[in-house]
């Protein structure tokens, strides 16, 4: 798709301008934050950002900057989670891990760096009115924390070996994977600015929240499908951690039929935007994604 | 001082307004934030914000979410700076530290929390303008991120043990304490929405540069001469980690000088301000600080 493929490369050219110089001092921290940003990601969730906006009928450019802030809190995600206290993962996207390639000491700063520098990237963009920034700060600010992202993962750290019903796991998927997927999407949307921001944005939390549970899911699958060559990270690591799947909970048939219908659900909700052909393709690549 | 109490109780009374209920499922990540932060700090960065403020012709409620803000993002920099992989601090204001109290993986994520939420506190306000708060997280961020705070513990973490010149010294100084303090008071100017704003910033910047150097250089020497007992803290922390100080370098009396006239500057800086008394006052306080 051309238009993806743009999409990724607009981001790409635009993620590092932020950067400070990397004076000797205090370098290390700023290129492990680089070397996690340029792991090679799908860059899926700044891609969305992006075709929100232009969903909404604003110019893709006017959301870069908060494309870019959305993959800087992804990142940031990954760096910490990837740390010995948490997941203890090596490997990621068939790289060493940040703390296994600059140390632990600076991966944690590199992590917190690229949980802040969202924001100065939003406060600070030339494309987007006052206001606008301050909408898109607020949805991912509450998003990604306690009673989001953040609180997804505490209940993945605090569950693992334990009892969970089928209901808290989904309410984790939500917390862990949907709500930033959620602000990406509000992001574009507030980027756009748009009078029919209000219904635009219902309909993006909707699609998101459904996209979130399929693509958690997608993950689970994988992760006893797949094999390590082709993720370029571990399979077979939730079993490992004893952490909660819905492959594990519910079995790989039915974590199958639920990542279909969730797609099919957040499909449905694109309906409500006036052309969406371009999110609804990247929809079902992501369903039928092998890494 | 009656003024110093009530702004630190205002703070207090605001604190946790903003924190999500509860929830069983991940409670511990919130309970691990609130505990940090009521664990007794001194409240001198959220009290400059509404001094800067008021300072500024502003009413310091204003401000007061702004200095929440400032709040959580010092107590996020205390419990990151604490886990084992940084300086594994089991004490902290005569307390466990976070990760002692909860575990490592929720001090992580308390953490992490904690330094996202000044963004969602600042662009929730509803005592600002978006113009005003987009000022304030635009400093803040950039304050706080690689070139500004999380650079000064990089240079902290990496210069343990190794060769480090005087001039470097205070150029960490300046990153790891003295941004933050210097967010503090631009935040709270920019909340006063002063029509000498740019004035007024100015002069903040340049007293919070030599207050914070100040404040660090007193941190050394109570490190070396005050006891554990009144610290609530380990004492001769820093030798033991072989860390770089003023008093290692410059020896103790120097560094008594030299927090003396630092001091000194940023009271001199003051003076552009209409009434700066009380914040002087707090500066003076600072100086014959015993823990």
Do not use: W
């Amino acid at each position: 798709m051309d238009r993806l493929d743009k999409y990724i490369k607009m981001v790409e050219n635009r993620l590092y301008d932020i950067f400070p110089a990397e004076e000797p001092d205090h370098a290390e921290v700023i290129r492990a934050a680089k070397y996690s940003l340029s792991a090679g990601g799908k860059r899926i969730r700044p891609v969305l950002t992006l075709a929100f906006c232009e969903m909404c009928g604003g110019k893709p450019e006017k959301a870069l900057d908060a494309a870019c802030a959305i993959e800087y809190m992804h990142t940031y995600s990954l760096i910490h989670d990837d740390l010995p206290c948490m997941d203890d993962d090596d490997l990621r996207r068939g790289k060493p891990s940040c703390h296994k390639a600059f140390g632990e000491a600076t991966a944690l700063l590199a992590g917190d760096a690229l949980a802040i520098l969202p924001f100065e990237m939003l406060a600070s963009s030339l494309e987007i009115s006052p206001s606008a920034a301050v909408k898109c700060i607020r949805a991912l600010s509450h998003l990604c924390g306690m009673d989001g992202m953040i609180g997804g993962q505490q209940t993945d750290t605090a569950y693992a070996g334990k009892e969970l019903s089928g209901e808290t796991l989904i309410g984790m998927y939500s917390r862990k994977t949907s709500a930033l997927i959620k602000a990406a999407c509000l992001c574009g949307v507030y980027c756009a600015e748009s009078p029919d921001e209000e219904r635009y944005a219902a309909l993006a939390e909707e699609y998101a929240e459904d996209l979130g549970l399929a693509f958690q899911i997608i993950d689970d699958i994988l992760d006893v499908t797949s094999s390590a060559e082709v993720l370029g990270k571990p399979v077979g690591v939730d079993e490992k951690l004893d952490k909660h799947t819905y492959v594990r909970t519910f079995g790989l048939g039915r974590a199958e039929d639920a990542a279909g219908e969730y797609t099919r659900k957040a499909v449905e909700a694109l309906k409500g935007f006036p052309d969406s052909e371009f999110v609804k393709n990247i929809t079902m690549l992501l369903l039928s994604r092998k890494k």
